[in-house]
């Protein structure tokens, strides 16, 4: 199957200063939304172009309000950015009129998301945390950001190259390879693009909580379903910290895969993933009761 290369629509939508850019893949009548980071455009993440391709789905992209196209920030948020970014991605969904949707996300795209699954916006139907679960607060409240190197990044070449590498483990797979060459190339090229100054500085998630036991407990309160997903190899987003925040919500879902690291999943080898969360999509679908049921007659043994 082909994958996607453009959008079926898209737009923008007014959300207290920023306006927000979006993307819908896909024309099926259930709905993703996935919200990430800039830049080069809310349609531009290969594995949510794959995911469009879903019988029976769409996936609403939207661009994370400072990073790319959209408004820079006015301020420094500090610990507000993720909240911030949460409740844009419920103005969004209930200005385009999502009514019943998944949010999923990948980094700081999925710790948007569980701040999201925290507030349970209405529609909100289920979460997919796609290497970005909360971190542990062994290292404190202060963890390495992603926006950070970033940050270093447009700078510095050098340290641009040493980003890549350390978020890609070892392969000797010829497809795997060529992918990540081309990875390499967009990457590079959308490093031109950004001003760092504008970059917002996100730290972790839920930096109020201060023990791994706050997070768990606060984890815990979620009520919709979840599925937690992450490489082995990444150093960013540790198998630890994915296993920790599945554990702690109630029948969550955790897929870790070998020989990934942070990015890898996203670009280089999405099927693997994608292939999971299908299964999941599939799990939530909603069941049809017995008066809907097709074929089905009254006083048929099987209701």
């Known amino acids: 199957m082909t994958r996607r290369s453009t959008p079926v629509d898209e737009g923008t939508v007014p959300v207290d200063g920023a306006d927000l850019r979006w993307a819908r893949l896909g024309d099926g009548a259930r709905t993703v939304i996935a919200a990430h980071q800039g830049p080069g455009g809310p349609s531009r993440p290969p594995w949510l172009r794959m995911l469009a391709e879903t019988p029976g789905w769409n996936v609403l992209s939207l661009e994370l309000r400072g990073t790319g196209g959209t ?15 949460a409740l844009d991605v419920a103005r969004v969904a209930s200005a385009l009129g999502e009514t019943d949707y998944v949010y999923a996300g990948a980094s700081h795209g999925a710790v948007v998301g569980w701040h999201l699954a925290l507030d349970r916006p209405p529609g909100l139907r289920a979460l997919i945390s796609v290497v970005g679960a909360p971190h542990g607060r062994d290292g404190g409240t202060t963890a390495a950001s992603g926006w950070e190197q970033r940050k270093a990044a447009v700078r510095d070449r050098r340290l641009a190259e040493e980003a890549l590498a350390s978020m890609r483990p070892p392969t000797s797979d010829p497809v795997r390879l060529r992918r990540r060459a081309e990875a390499r190339e967009s990457y590079l090229r959308s490093l031109d693009a950004l001003d760092p100054a504008a970059l917002p500085q996100a730290g972790i998630a839920l930096p109020h909580l201060r023990t791994d036991a706050e997070v768990a407990d606060t984890l815990a309160t979620i009520g919709i379903p979840v599925l937690v997903a992450g490489g082995i190899q990444d150093r960013l987003c540790r198998p630890e910290d994915n296993l920790r925040a599945a554990a702690a919500v109630p029948g969550a879902r955790l897929v870790l895969f070998q020989d990934h690291g942070h990015t890898t999943l996203l670009d280089e080898e999405p099927e693997p993933l994608i ?19 097709r074929g089905d007659k009254e006083g048929s043994p099987c209701l």
């Open 71 to 85: 408004l820079p920030p006015h301020e420094d948020l500090g610990d507000r950015w993720y909240p911030r970014w």
């Open 275 to 293: 292939e999971q969360i299908r299964l999941f999509l599939a799990r939530i679908e909603p069941q049809p009761t017995p008066d809907h049921r």
